[in-house]
C-alpha cells in the first residue's frame, strides 16, 4: 500500500511516499529554522507563509523522487494536529484539495502517533509489542506502553515544559540558536557533564510523569550567580546531562513496573541526542530509535506510516472525516487509552 504523507504542524513543510509503513520511497523535509535561527523560536504567521511557498515544491519533489504518478496512490495521510493552526490549516487544505481531485482515501493523524511509528520507518525487522515508547519533542513529552499501533496506555507525561522545549528555553539562556536541542549539543561536546549540578526533578514522587521547568529555573540562577564566569561548554553539558538522566531515569522505573515490555524505543526530535541515546542503551532491552535523524525531528514519513498502520487496525473507519486541530488532546492519539495524564 502507497500512502503520501503530508506534515506541516511546526515550521517544517514535508511530504513523503511510503510502502507499507515500513519502506521509505521518498522524503522531502523543508524547514524554516535556518530563518528562526536568529530569532529565538518559531513565529506562527511567519511559519504559515513559509509552508504556503514550499508546499507544492516540496509535494512534487516527493512524488518525482519516488518515481510514482499520483494515480498509484492508494491514499494521503496527513497531520489533523496539534500544532500551530496556520501551519496546519496548510498541510490539511492541501491533502483535502488533492484527495478530492485524485479520488483517493485521506487519513487525518495525530500528530504524536506520527512519531510513535517513526521506528517503523526503514527497520529491518519488525519491532515487537508490547513497546515502551519515550516520545520527547518541542511540545510533548510522553511515555506510553503500548501493546498494538493503535492500543496502549499513557505512562506518564511532562507536568510542565516539555523535554525539547527544556532544551530550547536553556539554549536562549545560554545564547545559543534555536532549537536549542542540536545547539546544546554541539555546544557541549567538549565538556564535562558533571561539571555543575542540577536538581533532579521530582526525586521524590512515586510518578512516570516529568518536570522541566525547575531545570530551566536553576540555569537561570546558576547563570546569574556565576555573573558570566561560567564555562559554555561545562555549562551545556550539565545542563543536557540533567535533561536526559531526568528521561533515563524515568524510563528505568516504567520498565520496572512493566517488565512485560519487550523493546524500548525513543521518538521525537530530543530522540536524535546522542546522550540519551546512550544512557538508554544501557537499560535491559532491546533499544530502538529512529534509523535516520531525519526521523526523529517532524518529518512526512513518519505520517504516512502512522496512517497505513491506522488503516491496518481501524480498516475503513480511518478514512472518517476529520477536523484541523491545534489543542489535538493526547487522549485522541490511541484508540484506547486507560490513562491520560498532563492534559
Ligand atoms: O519532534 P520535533 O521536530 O518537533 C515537535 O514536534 O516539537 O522536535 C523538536 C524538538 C526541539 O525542541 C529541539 O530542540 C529538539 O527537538 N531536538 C533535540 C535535538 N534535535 C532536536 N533535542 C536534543 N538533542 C538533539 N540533538
Ligand atoms: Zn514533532
Given at each position: 500500500m502507497l500512502i503520501l504523507g503530508i506534515e506541516t504542524s511546526c515550521d517544517e513543510t514535508a511530504a513523503a511516499v511510503v510502502e507499507?509503513?515500513?519502506h521509505v520511497?521518498?522524503?522531502?523535509?523543508?524547514?524554516?529554522?535556518?530563518?528562526?535561527?536568529?530569532?529565538?523560536?518559531?513565529?506562527?504567521?511567519?511559519?504559515?507563509?513559509?509552508?504556503?511557498?514550499?508546499?507544492?515544491?516540496?509535494?512534487?519533489?516527493?512524488?518525482?523522487?519516488?518515481?510514482?504518478?499520483?494515480?498509484?496512490?492508494?491514499?494521503?495521510?496527513?497531520?489533523?494536529?496539534?500544532?500551530?493552526?496556520g501551519s496546519l490549516l496548510v498541510g490539511t487544505t492541501t491533502a483535502r484539495l488533492l484527495a478530492s481531485t485524485w479520488k483517493k482515501p485521506l487519513i487525518g493523524v495525530h500528530h504524536t502517533l506520527g512519531h510513535l511509528s517513526s521506528t517503523w520507518l526503514e527497520a529491518q525487522d519488525a519491532p515487537a509489542f508490547p513497546i515502551l515508547t519515550l516520545s520527547a519533542s518541542g511540545g510533548h513529552t510522553d511515555l506510553w506502553l503500548r501493546t498494538s499501533h493503535m492500543s496502549g496506555m499513557l505512562l506518564g507525561a511532562t507536568r510542565d515544559d516539555a523535554a525539547g522545549e527544556a532544551f530550547d528555553k536553556g539554549a536562549s539562556l545560554l545564547g545559543l540558536p534555536y532549537p536549542g536541542g542540536p545547539s546544546i549539543a554541539k555546544a557541549a561536546e567538549s565538556g564535562n557533564p558533571h561539571a555543575y549540578t542540577f536538581p533532579i526533578p521530582l526525586a521524590q514522587e512515586d510518578t512516570l510523569d516529568f518536570s522541566y521547568s525547575g531545570l530551566k529555573t536553576s540555569l537561570k540562577y546558576l547563570l546569574r550567580d556565576l555573573k558570566g564566569e561560567g564555562i559554555l561548554a561545562d555549562l551545556a553539558a550539565s545542563y543536557q546531562h540533567a535533561i536526559c538522566a531526568h528521561l533515563a531515569d524515568r524510563f528505568a522505573r516504567a520498565l520496572g513496573k512493566h517488565p512485560e515490555a519487550k523493546e524500548l524505543h525513543v521518538v521525537g526530535g530530543v530522540s536524535a541526542n546522542t546522550v540519551l541515546r546512550e544512557m538508554l542503551r544501557t537499560l535491559p532491552r532491546p533499544f530502538r530509535a529512529p534509523v535516520k535523524l531525519s526521523y526523529c525531528t517532524d518529518n512526512a514519513a513518519m505520517i504516512a506510516s502512522a496512517g497505513y498502520f491506522l488503516q491496518k487496525e481501524h480498516g475503513k473507519r480511518a478514512f472518517a472525516p476529520f477536523t484541523t486541530e491545534a489543542s489535538l488532546p493526547r487522549s485522541a492519539v490511541l484508540q484506547q487509552t486507560t490513562r491520560v495524564t498532563g492534559e
Open positions: 507499507d509503513g515500513v520511497k521518498s522524503s522531502i523535509i523543508a524547514s524554516s529554522k535556518k530563518f528562526f535561527e536568529r530569532k529565538t523560536g518559531v513565529i506562527p504567521e511567519e511559519a504559515a507563509r513559509k509552508q504556503v511557498e514550499c508546499m507544492i515544491p516540496v509535494l512534487e519533489a516527493a512524488l518525482k523522487d519516488a518515481t510514482i504518478d499520483p494515480s498509484a496512490l492508494d491514499a494521503i495521510a496527513v497531520t489533523r494536529g496539534p500544532g500551530l493552526l
